[in-house]
């Protein structure tokens, strides 16, 4: 299995909602990723995790909470989110060495209305 | 810190022709490039990548790039296009000192009939 697999596809949500993001990956890899992509942008890393242990922030709202529960799940719990919040939200999982490739999901389609 | 310019945002080309898309990267230690390929409504997919040896590299759907250490380039290539090459690219560094990767501004590719 060489997927990643993101749940939803679609999200809308108001700014006073709560909702999660979810990534599975059955590929065996150790490090797993959030990245946040506007249109016509290239994406912007927001989390990484090595060995389910969160190993960079990049200094995101405390509003997006990641969680690591196992070596194949990453979630990123959404609440109180601005309008500028919507974007594509995409998972990637590496093997986690310098020079090993992301394999991305096809991301969910966030809108904060 | 490393750093990579998509010399391009856009290249129009026609079907069966020739099509090169401009790399530039900055580093002050090794690095790993990759070329990434986002078609609409999907994640990314890696297309190729350069680790190290031989500096042409072969990808997936006819692409290949070449890396050229004095010029700092890593400029991708597809002898034909076709109509489903529409899409955007990707150039990616990670260095030998840094987990992250650095992607470029992507170069939107249009394959016209």
């Known amino acids: 299995d060489t997927e990643v697999i993101q749940t939803p596809k679609h999200l809308v949500m108001g700014m006073t909602n709560k909702k999660s993001l979810k990534c599975e990956q059955h590929?065996?890899?150790?490090?797993m990723y959030w990245y946040k992509q506007k249109a016509k942008k290239p994406p912007e890393l927001m989390f990484v995790?090595?060995?389910?242990?969160?190993?960079i922030n990049e200094s995101v709202p405390s509003r997006f909470s990641p969680e690591c529960p196992n070596s194949s799940l990453l979630n990123l719990h959404l609440h109180a989110l601005q309008p500028e919040d919507s974007a594509l939200y995409l998972c990637?999982?590496?093997?986690?060495?310098?020079?090993?490739?992301?394999?991305f999901g096809n991301g969910t389609r966030l809108t904060v209305t | 810190a490393q750093s990579v310019t998509q010399l391009d945002s856009q290249v129009p080309v026609f079907e069966e022709a020739p099509v090169e898309l401009r790399c530039n990267y900055s580093?002050?230690?090794?690095?790993?490039l990759f070329w990434y390929v986002q078609y609409p409504n999907q994640g990314l997919q890696l297309l190729l990548k350069?680790?190290?040896?031989?500096?042409l590299v072969k990808g997936i759907n006819g692409f290949e790039a070449e890396f050229n250490k004095s010029q700092t380039s890593f400029h991708l290539r597809k002898p034909s296009v076709h109509i489903s090459d529409t899409a955007e690219y990707f150039c990616?560094?990670?260095?030998?000192?840094?987990?992250?990767?650095?992607f470029g501004a992507g170069t939107t590719v249009t394959v016209r009939a």
């Open positions: 990637a999982s590496s093997q986690g060495d310098r020079n090993s490739p992301l394999h």
């Open positions: 590929m065996g890899h150790r490090a």
């Open positions: 990616a560094v990670s260095g030998s000192n840094d987990y992250k990767l650095s």
């Open positions: 350069y680790l190290s040896g031989s500096t």
């Open positions: 580093s002050s230690v090794s690095v790993y």
């Open positions: 995790y090595s060995y389910e242990k969160l190993s």
